[in-house]
Structures are given as C-alpha cells and as structure tokens.
Nanobody
Framework: QVKIVESGGGLVQPGGSLTLCCTA?????????MNWYRQAPGNSRELVAE??????ANYGDAVKGRFTIHRVNDSAVSLQMNSLKPDDTAVYFC?????????????WGQGTQVTVSS
C-alpha cells in the first residue's frame, strides 16, 4: 500500500507565501518523480511543478519565478509559493510516479486547499 500525504495548505493574503509538503510512504521500491498539480473550481487539473531524477525541475508557466519545488529527502518534497495571487487559489495535489507492487504507477494524494484572498 502506497500513501501520498500533502500538508501546509490554508488561507493567505495576496502577495503572501505558503509552503506545502508532500510525503510518500508504504511499499515503495523506487520513486522516479514527485509532482505538484492544482485544480481550481471549473478548471482542469494543471501541472504546477515537478522534480525529476538528478534534481532538475519543471514549472507551469503560471507559477514560474514564484514557486520553487525542493526535494526534502528521497520520499518527500516541498513547494515554496511566493507572491501568491488570487488566481493561485485551488486544491493542490501531490502525485508520485513510483515503483510499487512490481509495477510503475502514478499515486495521488487527497489534496490540500490553498486560498489566496484578502
């Protein structure tokens, strides 16, 4: 059983900062990537940031220069979000592409709400 857990969401004022954390646990043999996605009401889920083997990272256009993904350890990542805007309001999901139960698969967390409002 693999478990993906996000934490750190909440309410923040425009221009503020917030840090999200994601931890993977369970019967994991190897983690290829850990990624952050978000979904706002009425919108499709979009990639926010991903960190790949070797430490390289990719970001969605809407967050480039404001968000930074960090690898905390082999099974945890954080997402530092600065200069937050109301448009950043969404449920943020962590997804890990990993090897478990003799297969590669994508495992998702339940999501954490981020609300940017004055």
């Amino acid at each position: 059983q693999v478990k993906i857990v996000e934490s750190g969401g909440g309410l923040v004022q425009p221009g503020g900062s917030l840090t999200l954390c994601c931890t993977a646990s369970g019967s994991i043999v190897n983690i290829y990537s850990m990624n952050w996605y978000r979904q706002a009401p009425g919108n499709s889920r979009e990639l926010v940031a991903e960190i790949l083997p070797g430490g390289s990272a990719n970001y969605g256009d809407a967050v480039k220069g404001r968000f930074t993904i960090h690898r905390v350890n082999d099974s945890a990542v954080s997402l530092q979000m600065n200069s937050l805007k109301p448009d950043d309001t969404a449920v943020y999901f962590c997804m890990s592409h990993l090897w478990s139960n003799s297969a590669w698969g994508d495992y998702w967390g339940q999501g954490t709400q981020v609300t940017v409002s004055s």
